[in-house]
């Protein structure tokens, strides 16, 4: 068994395809002509070392999560659905 036709095969079965025999020959075929170019073409791309962040675990010089801290106080709208109350807590049944 060839390597495309392995990595075909787990292909198909991590992303759980169940292929007739005509459609495996055929999926088969295309990856052999789009593996090779492919290849070629990583092989082709140039990379040079720069600043590339891997992981946004780099990034610490900038705060991707701005949150705005303000005070809300939004009680007595709440208080004012609840059927019954005792000052500023909510009277609910005792559950067992």
């Known amino acids: 068994m060839t390597e495309v036709e392995e990595n075909f095969e787990k ?3 991590i992303a759980r395809l169940f292929l007739t025999e005509e459609e495996n020959k055929k999926y088969k075929q295309n990856l052999k002509t789009v593996l090779p170019w492919f290849s070629k073409m990583l092989m ?3 990379i040079e070392e720069s600043n590339y962040v891997y992981s946004t675990s780099d990034l ?3 705060n991707l999560f701005h949150d705005e801290v303000r005070k809300v106080d939004k009680t007595s709208e709440v208080l004012s659905n609840v059927p019954n109350k005792k000052g500023n807590l909510i009277i609910v049944p005792k559950v067992i």
């Open 44 to 46: 082709e791309v140039k």
């Open 60 to 62: 610490t010089d900038i």
């Open 11 to 13: 292909i198909c079965e």
